[in-house]
């Protein structure tokens, strides 16, 4: 039978356990909750600690009673089980960044800003229509105007609704006719005041020269839907689902970061390079 004291041990305590049938008595240095768990289990399976109905209900109710006397421990194992899960989603996306190296880094639908040859990739899913990702643009800009070796890769992702498909559509459109000079369509239109559509895209558009007609029919171009299509699967692969969020070496950053902690980020890829 198990034998157990009246009062609840702490963990300077032994527990003291005989096992019927077995004549050895086996005295053990008490654990929280998760040891005790560990050595009924280990017990469970070795013949030779074979417990019989009465004995099983015993052990549930130690653990029971013991539960509900620290019942602070279920916060523990609740935070352990996070981080272990937390972990597990980091391996796993880390594995899926990559195998999709390609289509994250190396797409050529995709608009690339800074040095093309950086020895650092930034990829930036964003919205037209997403006011962080205005702000972000700042940071983006202040950091390849001061580090000549990163290159930013564009993901068109756009969540925010039709104005937002609308606008992207145009967007990869004047890229595909003009992609030397994205940049300064990207910006102008990040900067615009208000919502961004269709309209106030092509207009951006055509004041840079581009000719509206070629254009829309650049836009009717199945190939620019199947992009953002890729994109759409590729975010939720990856457990994306707001902008900006940043793949940056082998980790996704989600939130506008701020210039600072944008620069330390491209500082650990470079140094894991």
């Known amino acids: 039978m198990i034998y157990r004291a009246l009062k609840y041990p702490s963990e300077e305590d032994d527990i003291v356990i005989g096992i019927r049938g077995n004549e050895n008595v086996k005295k053990l240095r008490f654990l929280p909750i998760a040891g005790a768990l560990l050595l009924v289990s280990a017990m469970s399976v070795n013949s030779a600690f074979a417990f019989d109905e009465a004995q099983k ?22 935070e352990e089980l996070e981080a272990r899960l937390a972990e597990e989603e980091e391996v796993a996306r880390v594995a899926m960044i990559q195998s999709a190296s390609s289509e994250l880094f190396e797409s050529a639908a995709d608009p690339v800003l800074g040095n093309p040859d950086g020895d650092v990739t930034v990829v ?17 800009q202040a950091i390849i105007e001061s580090d000549e070796n990163v290159r930013f890769v ?12 609308a606008a992207h559509q145009v967007a990869m459109a004047f890229n595909t006719l003009e992609p030397l000079q994205y940049g300064e369509f ?22 840079m020269g581009v000719d509206e ?11 620019l839907s199947n992009v953002v299509q890729r ?26 970061l ?16």
């Open 57 to 78: 209900e015993e052990i549930g109710e130690i653990v029971r009673e013991y539960l509900l006397a620290n019942p602070e421990l279920l916060i523990e194992v609740q």
């Open 124 to 140: 930036e899913f964003f919205d037209y229509n997403c006011g962080f990702c205005r702000r972000a643009m700042d940071d983006m």
């Open 154 to 165: 564009l993901k068109e992702f756009p969540i925010l609704g039709p104005d937002s498909i």
């Open 186 to 207: 990207h910006t102008r239109l990040m900067d615009h005041e208000g919502s961004a559509n269709e309209a106030v895209a092509v207009d951006i558009a055509v004041q």
């Open 213 to 223: 007609s070629e254009l829309r029919a650049t836009m009717a171009d199945p190939t």
């Open 231 to 256: 994109t759409y699967a590729l975010a939720e692969s990856l457990g994306i689902g707001g902008t900006p969020s940043y793949v940056i070496g082998d980790s996704l950053v989600p939130g506008a």
């Open 258 to 273: 701020g210039v600072d902690e944008l620069r330390a980020r491209i500082a650990e890829a470079r140094a894991a390079n």
